[in-house]
């Protein structure tokens, strides 16, 4: 599985951004799939997910705020997020659900300014 995060960038708190994941050699239209972050000296936790019948779950954290969402004609997941908070700041990665240990790549980081 190659997974390829990105869209991420500095935001001023209570900005938006929309975060995409290009998902190649994986069978992704049966496959779950999910948003996780890792915050400096956090360890990383799932934010958003999408099962292949595309219900969503999302961690109390961000919900209201976050919209997880899927397009099987490109293989890619997307996070639309919304009245970002500075506790938002982290490094977002992509990955199956459950995840796949070595499929994490280089995420993409987000930060948002108070």
């Known amino acids: 599985v190659q997974l390829q995060a990105s869209g991420g960038g500095l935001v001023q708190a209570g900005g938006s951004l929309r975060l995409s994941c290009a998902a190649s050699?994986?069978?992704?239209?049966?496959?779950?799939m999910a948003w996780y972050r890792q915050a400096p000296g956090q360890e990383r936790e799932l934010v958003a997910s999408i099962t292949s019948s595309w219900a969503t779950n999302y961690a109390d954290f961000v919900k209201g705020r976050f919209t997880i969402s899927r397009d099987n004609g490109k293989n890619t997941i997307y996070l639309q997020m919304s009245s970002l908070k500075p506790e938002d700041t982290a490094i977002y990665y992509c990955n199956t659900l459950p995840s796949r240990p070595n499929s994490w790549g280089q995420g993409t980081q987000v930060t948002v300014s108070s």
């Open positions: 050699r994986i069978a992704f239209r049966f496959t779950s």
